[in-house]
């Protein structure tokens, strides 16, 4: 049975990308390839239960088909997963130990020593490590602590922190174990920083710091371990929602703002000024702009931070057809007109008043912010906010996101 690197460094995937698309079979979606349902490596189909999961897959194959694959991508992790992995018989268990015992923080939980992976005194680096490494392990304390809590366990002489890991990581999903497979080998990030991520332990940015701390991943590689681990959370986000088009503000609002979901009170007003501000309709452009270069989202204008109505009447527009005007202005102009396809906007009434769903899909090419007074910038989504990337690190997101060779 392979494992995740064996069977993404062999993946590839062929069919014509102008006849592909996606409709509903039974209870799930799946995607065909003009009349005919698409397969996976191994001849398996494409179909699952959330359209937000298979938009993703069908984007990923219209950026990589024919081409090498993203191997985070939602494409390889669905298919690794339909094609190989099998709960009864997991694979990574296989390789357990190995990656438990080498995991530095299986080692300082258990013996109290520092991994040997970690930078040096004389390292520039070396204040960036210690400080990011002491919140760690202080996370990784509480997380402990916590699946003392859960988990009854027998009386042993043995530190209790490896077995905890262990049971913790049998309870998981078959999609979230997936996920910890594929950060652990293409990462080389072992268990307890990826099963932590999956688990809402710890945050992306802390994952990503982790890993350059403790100089299993070079700060130069930054950006690339960022975009998968980007990819990752949206896959295992995507599978758990339904699809967002369509909904209604109460559907959307009831979940709150994470990755693929932000609220703004208005489009241009200034509550507190009482006045037009650009600095307030660069934060929709912003969040729009960040949903089209991570893998697409929903923005809510018309809602407060804590999800109660504004509505778009504060903007102070003449009427509804003037709102939406204005806001495709702003999107054509400082965003692009050829990124229309992917954004759809809609008006809902809620409370008695307006609130404008503004519904994007993952682009497949970068899209820059260039408004007036601002620099130029590209965000990406990192939880429930939108990033801005600088130069290199934008320069090597496109390379690993968007890249066609």
Not at 39 to 44: D, I, K, R
Not at 234 to 245: C, G, P, W
Request: aromatic share 10%.
């Amino acid at each position: 049975m392979k494992t995740f690197k064996e069977y993404s460094d062999s993946f590839i995937i062929t069919c014509n990308t102008e006849m592909l698309d996606f409709g509903t079979k039974d209870i799930e979606y799946c995607i065909y390839e003009g009349s005919r349902p698409l397969l996976t490596p191994y001849g398996n189909v494409f179909s699952h239960p959330s359209e937000n999961l298979i938009r993703l897959i069908v984007t990923d194959i219209q950026l990589y088909s024919g081409l090498p694959m993203q191997m985070l991508s939602s494409l390889v992790l669905y298919s690794y997963k339909k094609d190989v992995f099998n709960n009864n018989d997991d694979p990574f268990l296989r390789l357990w130990e190995n990656q438990l015992y080498t995991d530095p923080f299986v080692r300082f939980k258990t013996s109290g020593k520092a991994s040997n992976q970690l930078i040096d005194q004389d390292d520039p680096l070396f204040n960036f490590a210690i400080t990011n490494l002491t919140s760690l392990m202080g996370k990784v304390n509480d997380f402990s602590e916590k699946m003392i809590s859960e988990i009854i366990m027998e009386e042993s002489d043995l530190h209790p922190f490896p077995e905890l890991i262990k049971l913790r990581y049998t309870c998981l999903s078959s999609d979230q174990k997936v996920a910890v497979q594929a950060m652990s080998s293409i990462h080389d990030a072992c268990i307890v920083l990826p099963l932590m991520l999956v688990l809402g332990e710890i945050s992306q940015m802390e994952y990503v710091r982790g890993l350059i701390s403790l100089k299993i991943q070079s700060k130069e590689q930054y950006s690339e371990v960022l975009t998968g681990v980007v990819l990752v959370k949206t896959y295992l986000d995507s599978i758990i929602q339904k699809s967002a088009q369509g909904k209604t503000p109460s559907a959307l609002i009831k979940n709150g703002e994470s990755e693929t979901v932000e609220f703004k009170s208005t489009l241009r007003w200034d509550i507190r000024a009482g006045k037009t501000n650009p600095a307030i309709e660069r934060a929709c452009l912003k969040t729009i702009s960040a949903f089209l270069n991570t893998y697409g989202g929903n923005l809510l204008i018309g809602v407060r931070d804590d999800g109660s109505i504004e509505g778009i009447e504060t903007d102070k527009f003449a009427n509804d057809d003037k709102f939406l005007l204005h806001l495709w202005t702003l999107i054509r102009n400082y965003i692009g007109s050829d990124f229309s396809p992917y954004i759809r906007s809609k008006l809902d009434k809620m409370e008695e008043k307006t609130v404008c769903i503004v519904d994007c899909l993952p682009s497949s090419r970068p899209a820059f912010l260039r408004q007036p007074g601002y620099d130029e910038e590209m965000y990406i989504r990192v939880g429930p906010s939108s990033n801005a990337l600088d130069i290199s690190e934008a320069l090597k997101y496109i390379e690993h996101r968007f890249r066609k060779q």
